[in-house]
């Protein structure tokens, strides 16, 4: 289903023998063949100019100088991040970039996975990307810049367009790296245009001639091509010369005629048909046409030049000119729109019939054909929406009439979240209520309401509608539902309920009703994942990450990906995360989910800032305060100017830090969502940043009284990574105030939770305010060591000894847990549900929920959550 249409076409340069302009330009050839070569070349002009001949002769003459080659022509279908790797996967393999032979099914895995393959790649190599303008897409276009940046030594890459997207090519440039070639470099001189007018017309242009048509044409190649093939048979020659004026848009537009007008009857007509189609294939031809012989026509028209191009492809593919192909489709709409519709749905049904699904479902939505087109779209929406192609979906049903979409509940709610990943999701909110308010009803799509509140960061909204709606929805396991009750657990969750969160994703997948989905069973694991964060429980996460990215389901996705790369920063893994963030935080930028979005930006920048570049720290948070003006979520804005406020204090500016902790408070209503539990602000929120300001100025011992208080309350709820975070403040603070002992007692527990949960950059990102810590625990340490081996060694050593409680006695808990109960709580403590525990214990779930209730009354708790809390602060656990 997902096979892409006419790949020999797309991966084929024109044959050099058969170009229609053919002359070299030896001084740009010379820029781009200089020693040593570039590593990148652009050449950017309008249509018209000779770049894709141009990128020809370079193919050409690097094959033959034993450099591996592939090309590559972009088209707008290519913004579909699954299909442009389908292409690109064939590009590496043609130039014998050995890929792994098992292919993940998430876009994020495998753009990681096509990235590493060429970068490894030791024999030289050139990837050539033509038409690049119409590339859009952000999660393309990161897997372009990613490509780009990571060649190997021998690698090169050839890009062209009418314009060219942002890849980052500033570095390159900088390096001396990149060759650029514009308009004015590909413009024919006087002395080209002689050239290449006497190799094509022979001399039977006089001097005067050749002027005419050089500057009437400014040099432009496609204008000068077109004026050779209308001069053939004009019987004055110099009058038609004379007669080009005005822009390089009407000059081909009157040549296109003048070139039209001069063929058969048979032709045009031949012409007019295939103009219908992407690319020229003999086998449809001949079906659009109703004939046998397309191959001789098509081979003929290319012989004589007439802007059709043959591809150095093994089917025998060819091509029309933009420009003549535009001409032939404005003609054949004027001519007979009815036979175009036609052509269309006949084309639509052999592409089917090839198993080429996506270009039939095009053919027909162009033609009108909506009674073949709708079905078979709805057959495959929700696959399609699986494998993360919403930009596919939209394009597809942007084209579709609003009123057609009516009778198709499944797709105008795969049209809802297809706009909200791509577009806005206010945008498909507007969509949701205007379907409501025209029949009266909410229809499947009501079920990603919630979700869309989630994204448009409306807790209150998203938990009030995913309860309500929950109980009305029955029915077979699909979208809809299985996005409504991972909604609802998100929700849970975020309202302070980690263990109801878990119930209700356990429940789901009981029945069958959220694995149903790819991206829904992902969104389910993220939120487990999330629950283990929010508790410490960083290695557990870690696992559950690992896991998914290597799973049989295919890997990870957008939104673990992005939690893995925080996880990964906050273990140390820095460069992992690096990589994990240039793949998954652009297409997360599409998605739009706040937390998620607060959460990638904040690491991107923190890893910049470890590396020494300030301003691309910098940059990344004016990225996200950008994206939180454009999607008009403050909590963005805020969060990002809380990041500035630690990047100053880092910086030792702490004056600046309480100006932008102020803009932070100005920028959100931080309480109202005080008692939320927001995964992107867990352990940044205004408060923390205001007792770290505090530390930073000398002034900790005054806020300790408030943080003591907090920290309690944080432990009592369970948000133990929050809770350590804040001990470290303590820890701080304490150490100021030259209470030595009662910091080192608190800087061992964070040593010890950093130990046992693999938390380093927790500890590392405090930059210098941990130093008299790590002198008090290590007296070797100076000024002169690392800071972070030093943190190593004691996480990695022995154990940290930790000024925990001991095990409490009978006068402490009148009646302390047996032990099996204890190893319950163990159990409970690594996150494993009531089955799982009782797989592990050999007990059955009944059994289970004894202990548990037993367990919840020694203790006092009144959550599974709380019992680990109290379980840990009196020394239960280890």
């Given amino acids: ?46 249509a018209g100019y000779g770049k894709s001949i141009l990128l020809a002769q370079l193919h050409h003459h690097l094959q033959a100088a034993g450099t591996a080659t592939a090309w590559l022509t972009m088209d707008q279908a290519d913004n579909d991040l699954s299909r442009f790797l389908n292409f690109l996967h064939n590009a590496l393999d043609k130039v014998g970039v050995q890929v792994e032979a098992t292919q993940p099914t998430h876009s994020g895995e495998r753009v990681l996975q096509l990235l590493d393959a060429a970068s490894a790649t030791e024999h030289a190599f050139a990837l050539f990307f033509d038409e690049c303008e119409v590339v859009t897409s952000p999660s393309v276009l990161a897997c372009l810049r990613q490509l780009i940046e990571r060649l190997p030594s021998h690698g090169r890459v050839v890009l062209a367009g009418r314009t060219l997207p942002e890849l980052g090519l500033a570095r390159w440039r900088g390096r001396g790296e990149l060759v650029e070639l514009g308009m004015e470099a590909l413009r024919f001189t006087p002395e080209d245009t002689r050239r290449f007018l006497e190799l094509s017309h022979g001399d039977n242009l006089g001097a005067a001639e050749v002027d005419l048509l050089y500057r009437a044409t400014e040099g432009w190649a496609v204008a000068l091509w077109l004026a050779v093939l209308a001069l053939r048979d004009a019987p004055d020659r110099q009058a038609l010369a004379s007669g080009f004026s005005g822009s390089t848009r009407l000059v081909a537009d009157y040549l296109s005629e003048e070139v039209f007008a001069a063929q058969s009857r048979d032709i045009q007509e031949f012409l007019l048909r295939i103009s219908v189609l992407p690319y020229l294939d003999c086998a449809i031809c001949d079906v659009l046409c109703d004939i046998e012989h397309s191959d001789r026509l098509l081979q003929e028209l290319a012989d004589d030049g007439l802007f059709v191009s043959p591809l150095d492809d093994p089917a025998r593919s060819y091509r029309l000119h933009h420009l003549f192909a535009d001409f032939l489709r404005h003609q054949l709409e004027r001519r007979d729109p009815v036979l175009r519709k036609t052509l269309q749905a006949k084309a639509a049904r052999w592409f089917l019939q090839q198993g080429r699904v996506i270009p039939a479902i095009d053919q027909a939505v162009a033609a009108g054909d909506l009674e073949f087109a709708l079905p078979l779209l709805a057959k495959h929406s929700e696959q399609l929406l699986g494998e993360g192609r919403s930009r596919l979906l939209v394009r597809i049903l942007d084209a579709v009439p609003a009123h057609a979409l009516q009778s198709w509940p499944q797709l105008q709610g795969s049209y809802l979240w297809a706009v909200a990943f791509t577009r806005s999701a206010n945008e498909a909110l507007e969509m949701l209520q205007s379907h409501t308010r025209c029949d009266g009803s909410l229809g499947d799509g009501a079920a990603l309401g919630p979700m869309l509140q989630v994204i448009l960061d409306r807790h209150d909204v998203a938990l009030e509608q995913a309860s309500e709606l929950l109980p009305a929805v029955d029915g077979p396991a699909d979208l809809g539902q299985a996005i409504l009750r991972v909604s609802l657990a998100y929700e849970l969750l975020v309202h302070g309920d980690p263990e109801q969160a878990q119930n209700t994703i356990d429940n789901s997948r009981r029945l069958g009703l959220v694995d149903c989905n790819r991206f829904a069973s992902m969104f389910a694991q993220s939120v487990e994942v999330a629950i283990h964060l929010f508790a ?26 992005i939690l893995l790369a925080e996880s990964l920063y906050e273990s140390g893994e820095v460069d992992n995360a690096e990589r994990l963030l240039a793949v998954y935080l652009p297409a997360m930028i599409e998605q739009g989910i706040p937390d998620h979005l607060i959460s990638g930006f904040r690491t991107r920048s923190r890893i910049h800032f470890l590396r020494g570049e300030v301003d691309a720290a910098l940059q990344a948070l004016t990225e996200l305060e950008h994206l939180g003006y454009q999607n008009n979520q403050g909590r963005l804005v805020a969060s990002a100017r809380l990041e500035r406020a630690r990047l100053a204090l880092r910086r030792g500016q702490t004056d600046t830090a309480g100006e932008f902790l102020r803009r932070a408070l100005a920028a959100f209503d931080w309480d109202s969502q005080q008692s939320l539990w927001l995964f992107g602000n867990d352990t940044e929120f205004p408060d923390m940043l205001d007792w770290r300001l505090q530390v930073h100025r000398g002034q900790g011992a005054a806020a300790l009284p408030e943080m003591r208080r907090r920290l309690a309350q944080y432990e009592g709820a369970g948000r133990m990574r929050r809770a350590l975070s804040l001990r470290l403040l303590m820890a701080c603070a304490e150490s100021q105030r030259g209470r030595t002992a009662a910091a080192v007692k608190l800087f061992q527990q964070v040593l010890q939770q950093a130990r046992v949960e693999g938390y380093r950059r927790l500890l590392l990102d405090e930059g210098d305010l941990i130093l008299p810590l790590l002198r008090a625990v290590a007296p070797e340490f100076n000024e002169s060591m690392d800071s972070a081996a030093l943190l190593e060694s004691l996480c990695c050593g022995p154990a940290v000894r930790a000024a925990t409680p001991a095990l409490p006695t009978t006068s402490e808990l009148a009646d302390p847990p047996t032990e099996r109960e204890r190893e319950v709580l163990a159990l409970l403590a690594e996150g494993l549900s009531n089955k799982d525990i ?37 020394g239960l656990l280890t």
Wanted: zero cysteines; glycine letters at 8%.
């Fill in 536 to 561: 410490g429980r960083l290695r557990t996460a870690l696992a559950q990450l690992r896991t998914l990215t290597g799973s049989a389901r295919g890997g990870g996705s957008t939104i673990t990906g």
């Fill in 1 to 46: 289903m997902t096979r892409p249409s006419s790949p020999d076409a797309k991966l084929s340069p024109p044959l050099l023998d058969r170009l229609p302009v053919g002359i070299e330009r030896s001084a740009v050839f010379a820029q781009l063949l200089a020693d040593p070569p570039p590593r990148i070349a652009s050449v950017m002009a309008p």
């Fill in 838 to 874: 009782a797989e592990q214990s050999h007990i059955s779930v009944s059994t289970v929920r004894a202990h548990l209730r037993n367990i919840n009354g020694k203790l006092g708790a009144k959550s599974r959550t709380e019992a680990v809390a109290i379980a840990r602060r009196l």
